[in-house]
């Protein structure tokens, strides 16, 4: 399969918007209309924070999308690149988009001058997982988090 990374656009919003929905189902969540939107709005904006790569096939599709966001840390002079949703349209999958996007992911990041890359995944996601060793190495902190707002 030929496939095609670039940032995201105005006219990929309602294939984005599909895919997005079909990722909110695989976690079994549902998010307000007006999170989502702001998702978008963040995604395409300069100052929002985070940018959004799409995976286009060879008719021009969009068929996946990751989500980065760049951070200070204390522990380097340079950004982080966390990417926090990737997720690729299940009748493309086991193509190589998955690889592909990340591949993205990681040009944007060393094109930014960051010295991390990093994710996370649901524990029981293994399919996802064995992607994610591949592409990143194996995970050597185990991450806790809390909802609180």
Not at 90 to 117: S, Y
Request: negative net charge; hydrophobic residues 40%; aromatic residues 10%.
């Amino acid at each position: 399969m030929s496939i095609v990374i670039r940032a995201l656009e105005k006219r990929d919003c309602p294939r984005w918007l599909e895919l997005w929905q079909g990722y909110l189902r695989f976690y079994e969540t549902e998010l307000p209309d007006e999170v989502s939107a702001n998702t978008w709005q963040g995604l395409r904006s300069p100052n929002g924070g985070h940018e959004g790569l799409g995976a286009l096939d060879g008719a021009g599709r969009l068929i996946g999308f990751a989500h980065i966001l760049f951070h200070g840390s204390t522990w380097s002079i340079s950004d982080y690149c966390y990417l926090e949703d990737l997720f690729v349209d299940p009748d493309a999958r086991n193509q190589g988009v998955g690889a592909a996007l990340i591949a993205g992911v990681e040009k944007v990041a060393r094109d930014r001058g960051c010295t991390r890359l990093y994710l996370t995944t649901a524990e029981q996601n293994h399919v996802a997982r064995r992607l994610y060793d591949q592409a990143l190495g194996p995970a050597s902190f185990v991450r806790y988090a809390k909802a609180i707002g």
